[in-house]
């Protein structure tokens, strides 16, 4: 970001969620930097106390919330709206997020609601319970969204499906809060190292080898090259802290984006779907991940 002066040394009281690591902490440690007084909401305190020591400028208030626990959620608004008195928030950066790959016909379906609880309806809840401490200075949201959002990708269908319905959410939201002049700002990842990759696609033998033998043959072998392809990019990702840069313009701007792609291949990912016909971003995808055999139909 290259802000203006007010915009670096902006301050005011932020809650920001999934702040335990990668993005989350990156924002955390970011706005403290700036001046700004950051809750920083774990679902562990003792994460959540690890950011607090990690800020020097001990801005960081340390915040225990879960956002699937709807009195998780409440009690944690009462911890801030007792420190913050009739000032509020100035804004609110939804981070918590979940992801898991897997073809959808073996996805397990306990797995795929969490992954909306968590990415979506989680994100909502929160956002219902803070809105009050938001309104007294037209406090902003700003939500992490994903370029997956809108280019998905085979064994992806979880993370992205419920990335896009969270897209549609914040869209929503954007038009109904635009009157009372709280903006609702998007931030779409591209490729980022965090050590979310490992949790989204790490432990691929434990994964295949839950499935039946028939989805095994099926599926095994292409999941496994498109789990090393996409394990790779992830890698060679950018930085949180290229995320955490945007993050902090969206709230300080006085003039910010509605939708900010942040990181590697942000952009391009973004663009592609509205150059493309869809059976060329099709073939692109399959190519791209290692998954030529899947682009030809099969005859019985």
Known sequence: MSGTQSEKNWTGNVLVTGASSGIGRATALALAGRGTRVF?????????????????????????????????IRTACAIVQAATGSDG??????????GISAPMEVMDLAQLRAIFEVNAFGQIA??????????PKRGRIINLGSVGAR???????ALCGA????TSFNDALRLELKSEGIRVCLIEPGSINTPAVEKTLGGIDQTIARWSEPMQQRYGAAFRRFTTKATAREVRGSRPDV????????LASKSPKLRYPAGRDARLLATLP???????????????????????????
């Not at 509205?274 to 019985?300: I, Q």
Request: glycine share 6%.
């Open 40 to 72: 920083a909401a774990c679902r562990k305190q003792t994460d959540a106390e690890a950011v607090a020591a990690e800020a020097v400028t001990g801005r960081i208030v340390p915040l225990t919330m879960d956002v699937t626990d709807q009195e998780s």
């Open 89 to 98: 928030l100035d804004g609110l950066v939804n981070n918590a997020g979940i």
């Open 126 to 135: 929160v956002i219902q319970t803070f809105l009050p401490l938001l309104r």
């Open 151 to 157: 280019i998905t990708i085979p064994f992806g269908g």
């Open 163 to 166: 990335k896009a319905a969270f």
């Open 243 to 250: 995320v955490a840069e945007a993050i902090c313009h969206a």
């Open 274 to 300: 509205r150059l493309l016909p869809t059976a060329v971003l099709d073939s692109l995808r399959l190519r791209l991940f290692g998954l030529t055999e899947l682009a030809s139909t099969k005859t019985p």
